[in-house]
T-cell receptor, first 109, second 112 residues
Framework: LAKTTQPISMDSYEGQEVNITCSHN???????ITWYQQFPSQGPRFIIQ???TKVTNEVASLFIPADRKSSTLSLPRVSLSDTAVYYC??????????FGKGTRLHILP | DSGVTQTPKHLITATGQRVTLRCSPR?????VYWYQQSLDQGLQFLIQ???????AKGNILERFSAQQFPDLHSELNLSSLELGDSALYFC???????????FGPGTRLTVL
């Protein structure tokens, strides 16, 4: 399993774009990159998944450089309700899913 | 709503007791994962089942056990409970076509 490193915490303001970067130097060829969001006392919620280049959905964008050793989750125009913990996971099917400590994102008014 | 259900939502019990947590995966998902999350801690992977068989094991204590039944629901049994077992226990099922996990609302266990 590829180990991931992401900032422990980040602060931003409402209306700003937030970028959270995750390092995964040992990513394997068939590994996907997946991000989850977790609010207090709730289960994590899938945000976005990608393999390479850029993926965008209605919630976020995921940027993956050519070497795939890192990835950046981009949240456009955040609001107070985006305050949560964000987890970056790297792996492929049949891997046991290991969550790190995640990034605590705090959005300020 | 993720489609994963967990019961009960809350459980309060005493040290030394045994409890059973139940999880029903999303329709069509064969994999079930169990996680433990203590206060302000990350998610600790406990165990995974796939179509009734144990597939992977994490940091699951010997006092804990789990199983997945033919109808694919799963139960996590916690015995000889200790104060430190107080935590949120999450179940997740995996969509094999997208490799995405869907989490249930969790069971909050309080051991007094």
């Amino acid at each position: 399993l590829a180990k991931t490193t992401q900032p422990i915490s980040m602060d931003s303001y409402e209306g700003q774009e937030v970028n959270i970067t995750c390092s995964h130097n040992n990513i394997a060829t068939n590994d996907y990159i997946t991000w989850y969001q977790q609010f207090p006392s709730q289960g994590p919620r899938f945000i976005i998944q990608g393999y390479k280049t850029k993926v965008t959905n209605e919630v976020a964008s995921l940027f993956i450089p050519a070497d795939r050793k890192s990835s950046t989750l981009s949240l456009p125009r955040v609001s107070l309700s985006d305050t949560a913990v964000y987890y970056c996971l790297v792996g492929h099917r049949d891997d046991k899913i290991i969550f790190g400590k995640g990034t605590r994102l705090h959005i300020l008014p | 709503d993720s489609g994963v259900t967990q019961t009960p939502k809350h459980l309060i019990t005493a040290t030394g007791q045994r409890v059973t947590l139940r999880c029903s995966p999303r329709s069509g998902d064969l994999s079930v994962y169990w996680y433990q999350q203590s206060l302000d801690q990350g998610l600790q992977f406990l165990i995974q089942y796939y179509n009734g068989e144990e597939r992977a094991k994490g940091n699951i204590l010997e006092r804990f056990s789990a199983q997945q039944f033919p109808d694919l629901h799963s139960e996590l049994n916690l015995s000889s409970l200790e104060l430190g077992d107080s935590a949120l226990y999450f179940c997740a099922s995996r969509d094999s076509s997208t490799d995405t996990q869907y989490f249930g609302p969790g069971t909050r266990l309080t051991v007094l």
